[in-house]
């Protein structure tokens, strides 16, 4: 009987681990989906941006840039790449042309690193950096910060 108990109290001690196992495996949240990315560059002439994240389960995706109103719509999908860090951490990049100012469009690079605000929002920081050379700045390439809020696509 006292080796029934100890064998019943372990397959419930077994159980239980298993079963919180299998929970925070499945609440750990996954940047795999469709996100829509607001953004903005703190140049402060810079309004609002959006752009369409595809991002796929092998650590690519791409960006889709949503044109502004009175902006000649671009419609053209570029290729980005994404990597999930430590704590909830993510970033993701890729290569696209952006209004800066009020007068150019400059081609870059623009880099997103956020942490999950939940399994459905990610919140952070971005920069763009451009190829145009810049003798003030210390990389020597004109750059531009900003922050960025990332909302999952749900279907």
């Known amino acids: 009987?006292?080796?029934?108990?100890?064998?019943?109290?372990?397959?419930?001690?077994?159980?239980?681990?298993?079963?919180?196992?299998?929970?925070?495996?499945?609440?750990?949240?996954?940047?795999?989906?469709?996100?829509?990315?607001?953004?903005?560059?703190?140049?402060?002439?810079?309004?609002?941006?959006?752009l369409i994240f595809d991002s796929q389960p092998n650590g690519g995706g791409s960006f889709l840039l949503i044109a502004k109103a009175g902006e000649k719509a671009e419609s053209v999908v570029q290729p980005a790449v994404w990597a999930e860090t430590t704590n909830q951490r993510v970033s993701f990049s890729g290569h696209l042309e952006l209004q800066l100012g009020t007068c150019c469009r400059e081609v870059g690079t623009l880099i997103f690193k956020g942490k999950f605000a939940s399994n459905n929002s990610i919140t952070g920081k971005l920069i763009f950096v451009t190829s145009v050379e810049e003798e003030e700045s210390p990389y020597k390439f004109r750059s531009e910060v900003g922050a960025f809020t990332a909302t999952r696509v749900l279907k």
């Not at 495996?25 to 140049?43: E, M, N, R, Y």
């Open 1 to 50: 009987m006292k080796t029934m108990n100890v064998l019943f109290g372990l397959i419930l001690i077994i159980v239980g681990v298993s079963v919180n196992h299998v929970q925070a495996q499945a609440q750990a949240p996954t940047i795999v989906g469709k996100w829509q990315v607001k953004f903005h560059l703190s140049d402060g002439v810079e309004a609002e941006n959006n």
